[in-house]
Each structure stands twice: as C-alpha cells, then as structure tokens.
C-alpha cells in the first residue's frame, strides 16, 4: 500500500511551531513581508495559506491580504518564512526514513512512500495512526494521511481525510458514487471533455476506457491509474539542477547600492548551495533595466566554489553585462547550475584548511542565527 501525508494549512503551521499564539486564531501567511533581503519595504500580498479557523469565514488562498482584512479585520498576517518550511519539510523526511526509504518528495509539504516489504504494510491503517502522532508531536504539525493502493488514490484518500484524519481506499469501487472533477489529475479542460461523453463519477470512468482513449496519453495514463492496471513506483528526488535568488525592486541607478545587492544574492545563493552540499559548474546573472527585457551572462566555473569566489565572479559577471551605466536597474538574478549528481560533496572538502574553518565556522553562525547574520566574507 501507499501512503500519503499532506501537513494541512502548512505554512500557517509551520509559522505557529514558532509563535504559539497562533494556534486556534484566524491567521494567515501573504507573500512578502514588510522587509525583504534587500531591507526593502514591501506590503503584503497574497494569501498563500490560512488556518481553518480563518477559511472557515472566507479567508482563501490566492486571495489579496487588503481584501482578507477588509473580510476579517482582526485577522493575524505573518510574513513567509523559506527556510522555517524546508527545514520543518526535511525534518519531516528525516521521520520518515525511520520506517523506509522508499519516500517520494511530492512537495515542499507532501510525501509519498510506499510500504511494499515492509512490516507496516500488513496493517497501514495502524501505522499511518502512528506516523501522525509522531508528526503532531515531534514537529508540532497537523497532517492528513491517505493511504490506497497507488498514489492517484492515496492522494485522494488525502483531500477526503482533510483537515487531519486518516481516510483508507482499498479499491476505486469503494469510491464509485464520488464525482469524477474530486479526483487528482482532472484538471477543468478535462472535465469538460469526460462530461461531454457523459462521464460524471468515478463509477463512470472505471466503465469508459474507449473515451479516455479518445482525450490523449495523459487521460490513457490516468485511466490506468485509477483501475489499478499499472503498479505505482516511487520517484525518489533527483539532484536539482540549479538554484537561483531574484528579486525585483525600485529602480536604482546608483551602481555601488546595485553592487550591495549582488553581495546580498551571493550571501543567500551560497547558503542554499553549500546547505545541500552542491558543487555548481556554471553560474549566471541576470538583470533588467527599468522598461527593458532582462538580459544574462553566464560562465562556466572549475576553481573551487567558495563564498569570496562567487563574490569575486559575480562582479565580473555584473561589469560585463552592464552596458548602460545611465539605465536604471529593477531587477537582479543570480544562478548557480550545473550540479554533478555524481560529485556532490561538502562544498570545504576541497579548500584549504583555513578557509574550510571559516566556511565551516560561517555556516554554522549562518544556520543558528540566520543567513544574514554575516553580511560579507571581504574582511577574512
């Protein structure tokens, strides 16, 4: 069997982990927050997630903060907070290799694993009780638990548990009478065509595989899917293929204030690399200038890749590609891509070591106190 945890209203969660006040209260996370890593000022925006208590009055994700608090005025925003939720998201997965490593990282807040061989498949419905009380209380997160025989239906399994139950499918007749729009993969597009051929429920589809013939690969696929015709396998997470820090802001023309922003980037790029223990052979820059496309510049790197060497390269990068010193500038990119799946390692193992102490000791600094805790590596 398969199983399935999505941790509900996630990054409202993850911020009450931190602020306990928010539990039981109509709060919400909106893209931005009032400071940027540029110390730019910046309204909120978005709702990107709300507790229940908050959807329970109208408070839906994709909705703007402004209208949200004009619909709830006492209700509680808070900023984003990235590296909170891929901490809590790998602290999650690091749980969940106790019982496997047959895990799939569906989303920043969903995994996928498969029980197949081990003693926990004789019983899902006992074990999956047992990861969601280990969720709740050793990382203080509410989640729901699906568990089917494939992922299609553990998924839906998952949306008919929420908010934080545990829901079993054993077979798709189990779910016949369910509308064929609830199951995952049937987008609007799709709907409308199965509807037009008289296709409605789940109890339909399992009949009309002649139809889902007609509508293409992905409809074939996921008619298989949903009558079990094909055995699921787990897709473990692949090496990312790069890793980019941008930001759009006010136009500036002055060139020092834009270089203080590239050393900002370089700062918050080289954490995320040297944090997943990534060695980039090409990094790149973009820019925009107030009113124009954006533009890039790349080079391919084999020196060691250090905090000072992306600094150094950066600037390089920046003289070069900045043609129109008169043009103000609105928008900065930085990239490091390239990485060998097959040589990833610490980022220090190939530094000298001096500067594998101060990479060591400035991560460490970094991970405790935060990314900007120290601003350059110029003075060492």
Not at 214 to 238: C, E, P, R, T, V
Not at 363 to 375: E, H
């Amino acid at each position: 069997m398969f199983i399935h945890i999505d941790l509900d209203a996630f990054f409202i969660s993850a911020a009450a982990t931190i602020d306990k006040s928010l539990i039981g209260k109509k709060a919400a996370v909106a893209s931005g927050s009032k400071f940027d890593i540029f110390g730019d000022y910046h309204e909120y925006g978005i709702i990107l997630s709300a507790t229940y208590e908050a959807r329970a009055i109208g408070i839906n994700c994709t909705m703007h903060s402004s209208l949200a608090k004009k619909l709830c005025p006492d209700l509680i925003i808070v900023p984003t907070d990235f590296e909170l939720y891929h901490k809590l998201s790998n602290s999650l997965y690091n749980l969940l290799l106790n019982y496997t490593d047959e895990i799939e990282k569906y989303s920043i807040d969903e995994y996928f694993i498969d029980l197949a061989g081990t003693k926990y498949d004789i019983n899902p419905l006992v074990f999956a009780n047992k990861l969601k009380f280990e969720i709740n209380n050793k990382l203080n997160l509410p989640c729901s638990i699906g568990i089917a025989p494939n992922k299609l239906l553990a998924k839906l399994a998952t949306n008919l548990a929420k908010p934080s139950k545990i829901y079993q499918i054993n077979s798709p007749q189990e779910i016949e009478n369910l509308q064929i729009s609830k199951l995952p993969g049937v987008g609007k597009s799709l709907y409308k065509s199965l509807q037009k051929y008289g296709v409605t429920t789940i109890k339909d589809a399992l009949n009309a595989k002649h139809i889902f013939d007609k509508l293409g690969k992905y409809a074939i696929n996921l008619y298989s899917s949903l009558n079990l015709i094909h055995q699921d396998k787990i897709i473990k997470n692949q090496p990312r293929k790069s890793l980019a820090i941008a930001r759009s802001f006010a136009p500036i023309k002055n060139r020092d204030d834009i270089n203080k922003r590239l050393m900002t980037l370089c700062r918050h790029l080289y954490f995320e690399v040297a944090s997943l223990a990534l060695t980039p052979s090409r990094i790149e820059l973009k820019l925009r200038y107030k009113g124009q496309e954006q533009i890039s510049i790349s080079t391919t790197i084999s020196a060691n890749f250090t905090h000072k060497f992306l600094e150094q390269i950066t600037k390089d990068l920046f003289i070069n590609l900045d043609k129109f010193k008169e043009y103000e500038i609105n928008y900065l990119s930085l990239c490091a891509a390239g990485f060998d799946k097959q040589q990833q390692r610490s980022l220090f193992d190939t530094q000298s070591p001096k500067n594998s102490k101060i990479s060591t000791a400035i991560m460490q600094i970094q991970k405790k106190y935060g990314v900007d805790a120290i601003k350059s590596l110029s003075e060492f």
